[in-house]
């Protein structure tokens, strides 16, 4: 049975027309192994028939053989003590016939013990026809009591025993090949039973077959998917089809499984704009409302610090105004993080990209002792198309966050690999490591462990290399520290002309 589920298994991943095309060949296999099976049945039955229906011939022959010889002996005593005038002519007749039966014998006769037999009855047969004919040629010549004597004694007693025992081994021959073709026919009989048995054998197991197959590949499969449709137009879009089956119900269980999961990302985005075109609408007016209070209370702050103020109030009024230019960096990042991002591509390098967002970093690197690990640009084709300024903001906000991640004495590296359609630039430090997963889809800032940080670096990272067709990775380095993986294509192309 495990043999028979594992052929099943196999032959249940072919396309159906390639199944359909098995189990045509299953049945004309069957209908062939059943046509031949009945055509060796009946060839044994016709043969064994025909043998039988020659050995009834041969026992025929040699009984009429005898009858005959007894009519033979008849003429012969009518010629003798009755003086019959046409017992000769009959007993000639007779002879005749005799000798035909003789011919028949020997042309039914097969193999050499049957033609022995017969051989040895036909001598002994000859032996009675030449002392019979000296009687009926000496008849005249011997007296009444010598042809008694001859008929009784010698003819009867001697030359026709010895026939009937012929006769007799003749026909025991012929009753034991009876017997032997009839043990032949028990024989064949049960052989024809076994043989049209192993049709039904294979039409049990063709049965068997065919339920267990289609029942894994088509049945199970198809109620599979169908469940899948149900699941997914009720919403739940993770839900995944099982690829198996025939060959076409695995590649639409992949199909439906992939439209799944193009609908679970396309509501993804769709919820995502929603949301981000709920907070467009919502935070423009809060950072109006913001805006104008926060400046009236910098604006009094500054007016207020004055020389003649302690120094304790001179501390507190400064430390209102740089809470509220975090407020107003805050409230700009995220105005500007809330806005739909538009790539300007132009001809660049990814050498300026970089030196470009090092130009605001330089202080503070300097002020940290941080050493800056460059990528060899030598011999290095680095040309790009793509927005500078969008790529330099996503730079200068990653690099600023590994510095200030980064202990003091230590080294960021940046790697770049240069290929043919894309290019790869790999940041890496030596910091504490990141204490949460950026999420790409996230529609609110993430978290930050910096004091007057917006949390908005990486999810505008994130935008950007969404609107240059890229990528962006967050991975923890062995050893420690943060290993960043930016993957963007050298020539942009706008989403509309792709489509």
Not at 52 to 75: A, H, P
Not at 218 to 231: S, Y
Not at 232 to 244: D, M, T, Y
Request: net charge negative.
């Amino acid at each position: 049975m495990l043999n028979l589920r594992k052929i099943t298994k196999g032959i249940s991943e072919k396309s159906l027309k390639d199944i359909l095309l098995i189990h045509e060949l299953a049945f004309i296999l069957l209908v062939a192994i059943s046509g031949m099976a009945g055509a060796i049945g009946i060839h044994m039955w016709d043969k064994a028939s025909h043998e039988s229906q020659r050995i009834n011939l041969l026992v025929q022959e040699i009984q009429q053989t005898r009858g005959d010889l007894y009519r033979q002996m008849k003429e012969l005593f009518d010629a003798v003590f009755l003086k019959d005038p046409k017992a000769h002519d009959e007993y000639d007749a007779y002879t005749t016939s005799v000798n035909k039966h003789f011919e028949q014998l020997n042309q039914l006769a097969v193999g050499n013990e049957e033609r022995e037999a017969i051989q040895e009855l036909n001598a002994s047969y000859l032996a009675f026809v030449n002392e019979t004919s000296s009687m009926f040629n000496h008849q005249q010549s011997l007296s009444t009591e010598s042809l008694q004597k001859s008929l009784n004694t010698d003819l009867e007693t001697g030359i026709f025993y010895r026939y009937e025992a012929v006769s007799a081994r003749a026909e025991k021959l012929l009753m034991l090949k009876q017997q032997e073709l009839q043990q032949r026919l028990e024989d064949a009989k049960h052989n024809s039973v076994t043989i049209l048995s192993i049709p039904i054998m294979l039409a049990a197991l063709l049965f068997l077959f065919s339920r267990i197959f289609l029942k894994r590949a088509i049945v199970r499969p198809i109620e599979r998917v169908l469940l899948a449709t149900t699941e997914i137009s009720a919403g739940r879009l993770e839900h995944k089809v099982p690829e198996q089956g025939a060959a076409e119900i695995a590649t639409l269980s992949r199909a439906i499984n992939h439209m799944a999961k193009e609908l679970a990302r396309s509501q993804e985005a769709l919820v995502r704009t929603e949301k981000q075109a709920a907070l467009g609408l919502l935070v423009p007016m809060l950072a109006h409302n913001i805006r104008n209070p926060l400046a009236s209370i910098r604006a009094t702050a500054q007016v207020a610090d004055v020389s003649e103020l302690d120094a304790e109030t001179q501390g507190a009024l400064r430390d209102i105004i740089g809470a509220v230019d975090g407020l107003e960096r805050w409230t700009g990042a995220l105005l500007a993080y809330l806005h739909p991002l538009k790539a300007q591509p132009e001809h660049t390098s990814l050498r300026k990209i970089i030196t470009g967002s090092l130009v605001h970093l330089q202080k503070i690197l300097q002020k940290k002792s941080i050493a800056l690990e460059l990528p060899d640009w030598e011999h290095v084709d680095d040309s790009m198309f793509t927005d500078q300024h969008l790529l330099e903001q996503v730079l200068y906000n990653l690099l600023l966050n590994a510095i200030e991640a980064a202990p003091s004495n230590t080294k960021i590296e940046i790697h770049a690999d240069i290929a043919e359609q894309s290019l790869r630039i790999l940041i890496a430090d030596r910091g504490p490591g990141m204490p949460f997963t950026p999420d790409p889809h996230a529609v609110s800032p993430g978290p930050t462990t910096k004091r007057f940080g917006t949390g908005l670096g990486i999810p505008f990272a994130f935008k950007v290399c969404e609107a240059l067709t890229g990528s962006i990775t967050f991975k923890h380095r062995d050893g420690g520290g943060t290993l960043i993986e930016i993957e963007i294509p050298r020539v942009h192309v706008e989403l509309s002309n792709q489509l």
